[in-house]
T-cell receptor
Framework: GDSVTQMEGPVTLSEEAFLTINCTYTATGYPSLFWYVQYPGEGLQLLLKATKADDKGSNKGFEATYRKETTSFHLEKGSVQVSDSAVYFCALTSGSARQLTFGSGTQLTVLP | NAGVTQTPKFQVLKTGQSMTLQCAQDMNHEYMSWYRQDPGMGLRLIHYSVGAGITDQGEVPNGYNVSRSTTEDFPLRLLSAAPSQTSVYFC??????????????FGSGTRLTVV
């Protein structure tokens, strides 16, 4: 079945540091890939997505590139802010699967 | 502009009690689903629906029932609550159920504690 493996957390960074959260996947067919963000006490919000190989999703300074050859979709941001502190989930849908398959989530804390 | 609305936000139940978690969306989405979120396990699918009158099981369906009589509503029923059902529950909807780039819209969650 489909699966998503995410970098273990928690991750603690200083403000303006560079962020990478690794995500790799296994899937049948040709998946669509997503990053979701969950701020404290809230639901999940779609951060960015990519639907085919070499697509780059981007939003709010975050980027991720769909790498079919390495089955990866790593999340990056050049300069994090305190307000980026949240839990980040990598997820995919593929083929006829009627669900999002999630990674376990990565807690990010950004210190001023 | 409500999106996906979940009620209640918090609930404490005693073992063996029953309750219904409500979920409503106003985006005319075909697909609705329920996930539970547990520490270190990401989100796991409980049940889903691809339209009114059509439901199916997800990864962890035991102990939960669903029905979908309208496009807008997708309630989740716990018939006899157990401590193992202590979790945060999220309802999500999408225009279409499968990939093709459609993201899901999530509600703000229901935090359930079973004592």
């Amino acid at each position: 079945g489909d699966s998503v493996t995410q970098m273990e957390g928690p991750v603690t960074l200083s403000e303006e540091a560079f962020l990478t959260i690794n995500c790799t996947y296994t899937a049948t067919g040709y998946p669509s890939l997503f990053w979701y963000v969950q701020y404290p006490g809230e639901g999940l919000q779609l951060l960015l997505k990519a639907t085919k190989a070499d697509d780059k999703g981007s939003n709010k300074g975050f980027e991720a590139t769909y790498r079919k050859e390495t089955t990866s979709f790593h999340l990056e941001k050049g300069s994090v802010q305190v307000s980026d502190s949240a839990v980040y989930f990598c997820a995919l849908t593929s083929g006829s699967a009627r669900q999002l398959t999630f990674g376990s989530g990565t807690q990010l804390t950004v210190l001023p | 502009n409500a999106g996906v609305t979940q009620t209640p936000k918090f609930q404490v139940l005693k073992t063996g009690q029953s309750m219904t978690l409500q979920c409503a969306q106003d985006m005319n989405h075909e697909y609705m689903s329920w996930y539970r979120q547990d520490p270190g396990m990401g989100l796991r699918l409980i049940h889903y629906s691809v339209g009114a009158g059509i439901t199916d099981q997800g990864e962890v369906p035991n102990g939960y029932n669903v029905s979908r009589s309208t496009t807008e509503d997708f309630p989740l029923r716990l018939l006899s609550a157990a401590p193992s059902q202590t979790s945060v529950y999220f309802c999500a909807s999408s225009l279409r159920p499968t990939g093709a780039g459609y993201g899901y819209t999530f509600g703000s969650g229901t935090r359930l504690t079973v004592v």
